[in-house]
C-alpha cells in the first residue's frame, strides 16, 4: 500500500532548460488515491514540464521524485511506473508511431505482457467506448488532429492506469466530443491531473484546481486572481481573498465560450429557457437552475448563496472579463465572469 496513499509526491523541485530561465524553483505536489485534480496556467509556465518530470522523460535539477509511495532513483524505477501512469501528450504525433490505429492501441497492453490475441482484444474495447469503432485499420497518421487525439486516448485508457496525466485533452476537440469525453472521464475510478486551458471541461471533470505560478503550484484559490463583494450576511461565512493578485495568469482562470453547454438554449417565446447568468440582460430576473461547478469554486458559489431555486437579477453587467453584479434577495454579490459562467439560471422568454 502506498505511504498516506500518495501516488504522487514530488518535493522541492527546481528546473530549468539550458540558458537562465528557471521553470520550477522549489515545487512541491502531492496527488492523492482517488483525486481529480486540474492543473492551469499560462503558456510556457511549465505544466507539460511536470508531467514530463512524473514520467521520467525529463530529470529535475534537484528535488524528490516519489511514485506510490516509493523514491524514483533511475531509469529502472521509472519505466516500471510508467506500467502505471498513462500521460496523454499535448502533441499526439508525440505519442502516435505505429502504421495503424489497432497496432497503437494495442501496444501498450502487449508492452505490459498481454498476448497478442488479448491486447488486439483490449485495443478494440477501449476503441469502441471512446466511439471509435471501425477506426482499427485506419493508418494513424492519415487522421485528422481531433481523431488522432482520441486515439491518442485510447492509447493510454487501454494501459488500464491507475493514474491519468491528460495535457490538454480537449485541444481540436469539437463540443460533442468534448462532451463524450467529460462523460467517460467522469465514469472513471481513476486518480488524474489534467492539464487545460478549458474552464468548463476541468470544472466538469475535477474536484481540484491547482495553478502555476512562478514555478511552484499553488490552489485555485490563489493562482486565479477574483474578487467578490460581499455584505454582512454573506461576510461571515468562510472564504478567502486571492494572495497573488495581478500574477500573470492569462486566459487560465476564464473561458469565452459563452454557448458552451447552454442547457434548454432556444425555446419559444413566452417559455422558460435556461442559461448562463453571464448572458442575462442588465435588470433581468432569473431563479438558479443549476450550479455546475465542483470543488473549491464550487463551494465558493454555494457560500455566496447561489443555490438553485434562488430569486436573482442581473445588477450590472459588463462585457468579456468583468465581473458580473447580481442582486440575490437584498444582497448585491459580484462574481468573476467564469464563475458565473456555470450558473445556470431559468429565464422568462
Ligand atoms: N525542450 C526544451 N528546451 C528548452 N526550453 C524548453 C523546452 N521545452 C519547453 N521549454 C520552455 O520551458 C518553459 C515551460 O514549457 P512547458 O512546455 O512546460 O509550458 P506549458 O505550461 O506546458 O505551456 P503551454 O500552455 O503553452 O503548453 C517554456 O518557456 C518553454 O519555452
Ligand atoms: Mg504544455
Redesign the pocket.
Same mark, same amino acid.
Given at each position: 500500500m502506498e505511504r498516506n496513499n500518495l501516488l504522487i509526491n514530488l518535493k522541492d523541485i527546481h528546473f530549468s532548460?539550458? @540558458?537562465p530561465?528557471k521553470?520550477f524553483e522549489g515545487l512541491n505536489f502531492q496527488l492523492r488515491d482517488g483525486e481529480r485534480v486540474g492543473l492551469i496556467?499560462?503558456? @510556457?509556465?511549465?505544466? +507539460? +514540464?511536470?508531467f514530463?518530470i512524473i514520467m521520467g522523460l %525529463?530529470k529535475p535539477s534537484s528535488g524528490v521524485v516519489e511514485l506510490f509511495g516509493q523514491p524514483m532513483k533511475d531509469e529502472k524505477d521509472f519505466r516500471r511506473m510508467r506500467l502505471k501512469i498513462g500521460l496523454l501528450f499535448?502533441d499526439p504525433d508525440d505519442q502516435l508511431f505505429s502504421p495503424t490505429v489497432l497496432e497503437d492501441v494495442a501496444f501498450g497492453p502487449l508492452n505490459q505482457g498481454k498476448s497478442v490475441e488479448e491486447a488486439k482484444g483490449i485495443a478494440r474495447e477501449t476503441l469502441d467506448s471512446l466511439g471509435l469503432k471501425g477506426f482499427e485499420d485506419r493508418v494513424t497518421h492519415k487522421l485528422s488532429g481531433g481523431e488522432k487525439r482520441l486515439v491518442s486516448l485510447a492509447t493510454v485508457l487501454a494501459m488500464r492506469p491507475r493514474v491519468l496525466l491528460l495535457?490538454?485533452p480537449t485541444t481540436g476537440l469539437d463540443m460533442e466530443t468534448t462532451e463524450r469525453l467529460v462523460d467517460i472521464l467522469n465514469g472513471l475510478e481513476l486518480s488524474y491531473i489534467f %492539464?487545460s486551458?478549458d474552464m468548463d471541461f476541468i470544472l466538469q471533470t475535477t474536484d481540484r484546481v491547482y495553478g502555476?505560478v512562478k514555478g511552484k503550484i499553488v490552489s485555485e484559490e490563489e493562482a486565479v486572481p477574483h474578487t467578490h463583494y460581499h455584505v454582512h450576511g454573506f461576510g461571515r461565512l468562510p472564504h478567502s481573498h486571492s494572495k497573488a493578485q495581478g500574477i500573470p495568469l492569462g486566459e487560465a482562470g476564464h473561458n469565452e465560450s459563452d454557448n458552451a453547454g447552454v442547457a434548454n438554449g432556444g425555446g419559444e417565446p413566452g417559455m422558460k429557457r435556461t442559461i448562463k447568468m453571464r448572458q442575462m440582460e442588465k435588470n433581468q430576473k432569473g431563479t438558479v437552475r443549476k450550479v455546475s461547478a465542483s470543488g473549491d469554486m464550487g463551494r465558493r458559489i454555494r457560500e455566496m448563496g447561489l443555490v438553485p431555486g434562488v430569486e436573482i437579477q442581473i445588477q450590472g453587467r459588463a462585457p468579456l472579463k468583468d465581473p458580473v453584479a447580481v442582486k440575490i434577495k437584498d444582497y448585491v454579490l459580484t462574481l468573476r465572469n467564469d464563475e458565473a459562467s456555470f450558473i445556470f439560471v431559468e429565464v422568462d422568454d
Amino acid at each position: 500500500m502506498e505511504r498516506n496513499n500518495l501516488l504522487i509526491n514530488l518535493k522541492d523541485i527546481h528546473f530549468s532548460y539550458p @540558458g537562465p530561465r528557471k521553470v520550477f524553483e522549489g515545487l512541491n505536489f502531492q496527488l492523492r488515491d482517488g483525486e481529480r485534480v486540474g492543473l492551469i496556467g499560462p503558456n @510556457g509556465s511549465g505544466k +507539460t +514540464t511536470l508531467f514530463q518530470i512524473i514520467m521520467g522523460l %525529463i530529470k529535475p535539477s534537484s528535488g524528490v521524485v516519489e511514485l506510490f509511495g516509493q523514491p524514483m532513483k533511475d531509469e529502472k524505477d521509472f519505466r516500471r511506473m510508467r506500467l502505471k501512469i498513462g500521460l496523454l501528450f499535448q502533441d499526439p504525433d508525440d505519442q502516435l508511431f505505429s502504421p495503424t490505429v489497432l497496432e497503437d492501441v494495442a501496444f501498450g497492453p502487449l508492452n505490459q505482457g498481454k498476448s497478442v490475441e488479448e491486447a488486439k482484444g483490449i485495443a478494440r474495447e477501449t476503441l469502441d467506448s471512446l466511439g471509435l469503432k471501425g477506426f482499427e485499420d485506419r493508418v494513424t497518421h492519415k487522421l485528422s488532429g481531433g481523431e488522432k487525439r482520441l486515439v491518442s486516448l485510447a492509447t493510454v485508457l487501454a494501459m488500464r492506469p491507475r493514474v491519468l496525466l491528460l495535457d490538454e485533452p480537449t485541444t481540436g476537440l469539437d463540443m460533442e466530443t468534448t462532451e463524450r469525453l467529460v462523460d467517460i472521464l467522469n465514469g472513471l475510478e481513476l486518480s488524474y491531473i489534467f %492539464i487545460s486551458h478549458d474552464m468548463d471541461f476541468i470544472l466538469q471533470t475535477t474536484d481540484r484546481v491547482y495553478g502555476m505560478v512562478k514555478g511552484k503550484i499553488v490552489s485555485e484559490e490563489e493562482a486565479v486572481p477574483h474578487t467578490h463583494y460581499h455584505v454582512h450576511g454573506f461576510g461571515r461565512l468562510p472564504h478567502s481573498h486571492s494572495k497573488a493578485q495581478g500574477i500573470p495568469l492569462g486566459e487560465a482562470g476564464h473561458n469565452e465560450s459563452d454557448n458552451a453547454g447552454v442547457a434548454n438554449g432556444g425555446g419559444e417565446p413566452g417559455m422558460k429557457r435556461t442559461i448562463k447568468m453571464r448572458q442575462m440582460e442588465k435588470n433581468q430576473k432569473g431563479t438558479v437552475r443549476k450550479v455546475s461547478a465542483s470543488g473549491d469554486m464550487g463551494r465558493r458559489i454555494r457560500e455566496m448563496g447561489l443555490v438553485p431555486g434562488v430569486e436573482i437579477q442581473i445588477q450590472g453587467r459588463a462585457p468579456l472579463k468583468d465581473p458580473v453584479a447580481v442582486k440575490i434577495k437584498d444582497y448585491v454579490l459580484t462574481l468573476r465572469n467564469d464563475e458565473a459562467s456555470f450558473i445556470f439560471v431559468e429565464v422568462d422568454d
